[in-house]
């Protein structure tokens, strides 16, 4: 049985000034458990910037060096380089890591956490006390994929994954905006972030490519999705960078090993927890990623019969990947760390 919340918390957000940091403050504040004490890190050249928390204002201070003594956990909002060198810091004050990056999620003894998914996860991770977050698309994807495979072993999953400009940082939002404006005065200017321009455009590259040809992303999503679900699941995945701020959405196709009816799939997905079923078969009956900013489900749309399978299935998601993918999973996952008994009395 999970045991209830204890004590109060004392925590800090590293990349609070990020996108993703601000989403987490904002959840903590929201929904979060308990804290005794909440600082906000960042880059030292922005020590002093003012962040909200509720009805607080916190100042950033500088992450590099901070004192994390005395702290329970620290939710690292940043990228990986910086998530590795916080890691041994963390662990040298006693506390906790939630990572949001990808530099953990993969390694043994790390929890990967999605408490609609997999709620047995952090059993593994106590020893090392890292935890980390699953990436938006992933974490989409298992939420949707869990309740379907209680109705049949679900065999392959192929998935186009549409990734907004947030997903690359404040830079690539910056660089959308840039563009997009600019392509009414004059040409668009050459991009300063991103692979290729990104106004009207779409760019079939998230993250460096490795040996087979697969980028960072796509290499990901199919070990994460393993992880997070079955250890033998067989999956793919095509990943674009699109022109929209905020909002990512997926394209699955699943094949099963026995026959799942579009109506069975339907009432399952109807029950499960973070998940909106949105799905008329008339013009404009689906959910888009603008649809779904600052919401805190997945929704679900054009789920139909793939004919290319035997068993197949096919379905459209959406999700905010800054509100549901960042800030609510984390405040989610610290709760259930404090549930768990994650943090002595």
Not at 21 to 28: F, K, Q, S, Y
Not at 101 to 119: C, K, T, Y
Not at 160 to 179: R, T
Not at 274 to 282: G, I, N, Q, S, T
Request: proline share 8%; net charge neutral.
């Amino acid at each position: 049985m999970a045991k209830t919340a204890g004590r109060a918390l004392r925590v800090a957000v590293a990349g609070a000034n990020t996108a993703a940091g601000r989403e987490v403050l904002r959840a903590l504040a929201e929904r979060g458990p308990p804290l005794a004490e909440i600082r906000a890190l960042g880059p030292a050249r922005l020590a002093g910037q003012e962040l909200s928390f509720g009805e607080r204002t916190l100042r950033l201070a500088g992450a590099e060096g901070a004192d994390l003594a005395g702290l329970d956990l620290v939710i690292q909002a940043g990228g990986a380089a910086e998530a590795r060198a916080l890691a041994p810091r963390a662990a040298a004050a006693g506390a906790w890591l939630l990572d949001l990056s990808p530099a953990f999620r993969l390694e043994p003894g790390v929890a990967l956490l999605a408490p609609d998914v997999n709620p047995r996860a952090l059993a593994r991770a106590k020893k090392r006390r890292i935890a980390a977050l699953p990436q938006p698309s992933a974490l989409f994807a298992a939420l949707v994929l869990r309740p379907l495979m209680a109705l049949a072993p679900l065999q392959r999953v192929v998935a186009v994954s549409l990734q907004p400009a947030s997903g690359a940082g404040k830079e690539g939002m910056d660089e959308l905006y840039a563009q997009t404006r600019a392509s009414f005065v004059h040409e668009i200017p050459a991009p300063q972030h991103l692979p290729k321009p990104i106004a009207f455009n779409l760019i079939p590259q998230t993250g460096g490519f490795d040996a087979d040809g697969e980028t960072a992303e796509e290499a990901l999503f199919p070990r994460e999705l393993r992880k997070l679900l079955d250890p033998d699941l067989r999956a793919g995945c095509t990943a674009l960078r699109v022109p929209v701020f905020v909002g990512e959405a997926l394209v699955l196709h699943l094949a099963f090993a026995a026959p799942v009816t579009v109506a069975a799939a339907r009432a399952a997905l109807a029950r499960a927890p973070r998940v909106a079923l949105f799905d008329r078969r008339e013009d404009g009956g689906y959910a888009t990623p603008i649809e779904v900013v600052g919401e805190e489900a997945v929704s679900v749309s054009r789920l139909r019969r793939d004919p290319g399978v035997a068993h197949g299935l096919a379905l459209w998601v959406a999700g905010d990947n800054l509100r549901l993918g960042a800030g609510v999973a984390a405040a989610e996952a610290v709760a259930w760390l404090a549930r768990e008994g994650a943090f002595p009395e």
